[in-house]
Structure formats: C-alpha cells, structure tokens
C-alpha cells in the first residue's frame, strides 16, 4: 500500500514547489497510509491523494506561527477569548487536524 501511495504522491500537484518538498510528500504519505491502516476495510483508493493535498495545503500554509504555549495551562476561556486562532492553527497540530478533516470528508 504505501508503495502505491508513494507513486500517486510524487506525482501530486506538482506544478506548485509547495508539492515539490520532500517534507510535504512525507507528510502526505504518512497520513495516507495511516488512514489506509486504520480502516482496512476500504485501504488506500487512487484519488485519495488530491483530496488530502488540498487539506494539507490550507492547514499548512494557514498555520500561525507563535511563541510555544503550553496550552494545558492556560483556561478554555482564555484560549476562546485571547488565543482561539492560535490555538486551532498552532504547528504542532498540523497533521492530526489534518487526518481528522480528510477523515471526516470519505
């Protein structure tokens, strides 16, 4: 499976440089064959890859880069109130919100 997702990737969208990085390839084969691994029952399916390309690129390139926070620290409020758009664009969560929206869309 991750063979077959490694070919459709390199080929994913790659009039843009953002699809020309390695570490944008590693990413969307390491979710692809994630979601192929957790439901077996329907694996990794051509075209898979175009979905979750335009998902990584929003998630990505929308990310707000900021200070480390330690967001167990701080309240719910104070995140809705002061720290909402960092909160749901931080970095590190990048692929997690990832897989879970190209989840939610198949």
Do not use: C
């Not at 390839?25 to 192929?36: P, R």
């Not at 330690?70 to 720290?83: G, M």
Request: aromatic share 14%; charged share 30%; net charge negative.
């Amino acid at each position: 499976m991750k063979d077959l997702i490694r070919q459709d990737v390199v080929r994913t969208n790659q009039e843009f440089d953002y699809f020309k990085k390695q570490s944008t390839k590693d990413m969307l084969i390491s979710l692809l064959f994630l979601w192929g691994k957790t439901y077996p029952e329907y694996g990794y399916k051509q075209g898979m890859n175009e979905i979750l390309a335009i998902i990584l690129l929003v998630f990505d390139t929308e990310r707000v880069e900021s200070e480390n926070k330690d967001w167990e620290k701080l309240s719910e409020k104070e995140i809705a109130e002061t720290h909402l758009i960092e909160f749901l664009f931080d970095p590190k969560f990048v692929q997690a919100d990832v897989f879970m929206v190209h989840d939610r869309t198949l």
